[in-house]
Each structure stands twice: as C-alpha cells, then as structure tokens.
C-alpha cells in the first residue's frame, strides 16, 4: 500500500489501522444504505477505485497522486476527470435514460467530488 503524503499524515488522515479500518466499515455500512445510482455511492465507487493512487489533503487543499515512487501534487482538474469518468459508467449501467442523463451531469460531477473529499 502506498504511503500518505506527510501532510495528509500530519493534519488530515487517521495515524492508526484501527480508525483506517472504522471508516471502511463505515463506507461499506454507507453502500449498503445508498440507494444504486445516488451521489453518495458514486462518491464511494470513486474514493474504492482510487484512494490508493489519488488522494485529496484537505489541510493544503490539493489533491495528490501516486507515482509508484511519491505523492506528487496533481491539479485540480485530473481529479475532477476522474471523477467524471466514475459518473459516466455509473451512467452507463443506469436503464432510465432521464436518470443516466442526470448521473452524468456537471451537478453530479460536481457533488460526486465534494462528496469524496469527506
């Protein structure tokens, strides 16, 4: 597993396995709850596929990537496309088309992302 930015250690993230452990409880408590196609377990989809390769540290504001070597701070707009990438495929898999329009929408994009700083 890739280490934290040290910064992400420092100020934001939780320093033992155990509170590690909690919020993946809690994820999968919270995709259990989370109804197919909502904001929430896009967000969840998003943060499982990428949390060992992309993180955002809250205490600087930036997100950061995995280099296979160190964190490197990524731009903006490479988070806010991947998010949009996990919109477009929950879209996909979504049979009502007025709903699938929706889950690929800039106001889902935008919530998704929000949503996957928490």
């Known amino acids: 597993m890739n280490p934290r930015p040290q910064q992400c250690r420092d100020r934001c993230c939780d320093n033992g396995a155990g509170r590690q452990?909690?919020?993946r409880k809690s994820q999968t408590d919270t995709l259990a709850?989370?109804?197919?196609?909502s904001e929430?377990?896009?967000?969840l989809s998003f943060v499982?596929?990428?949390?060992?390769?992309?993180?955002?540290?809250?205490?600087l504001g930036k997100w950061f990537g995995w280099d296979n070597?160190?964190?490197?701070?990524?731009?903006?707009?490479?988070?806010?496309?991947?998010?949009?990438?996990?919109c477009r495929e929950a879209s996909s898999h979504c049979n009502?088309?007025?709903q699938a329009k929706l889950l690929a929408s800039a106001k889902t994009?935008?919530?998704v992302e929000r949503l996957?700083?928490?």
């Open 21 to 23: 452990d909690k919020r």
């Open 33 to 37: 709850l989370s109804p197919e196609f």
């Open 40 to 43: 929430d377990r896009i967000a």
């Open 48 to 59: 499982d596929r990428f949390e060992n390769s992309f993180r955002y540290v809250a205490a």
């Open 69 to 86: 070597a160190r964190w490197r701070i990524h731009d903006k707009q490479i988070a806010r496309d991947r998010v949009r990438a996990v």
């Open 96 to 98: 009502q088309q007025k």
């Open 109 to 111: 994009v935008s919530a």
């Open 116 to 118: 996957g700083l928490d």
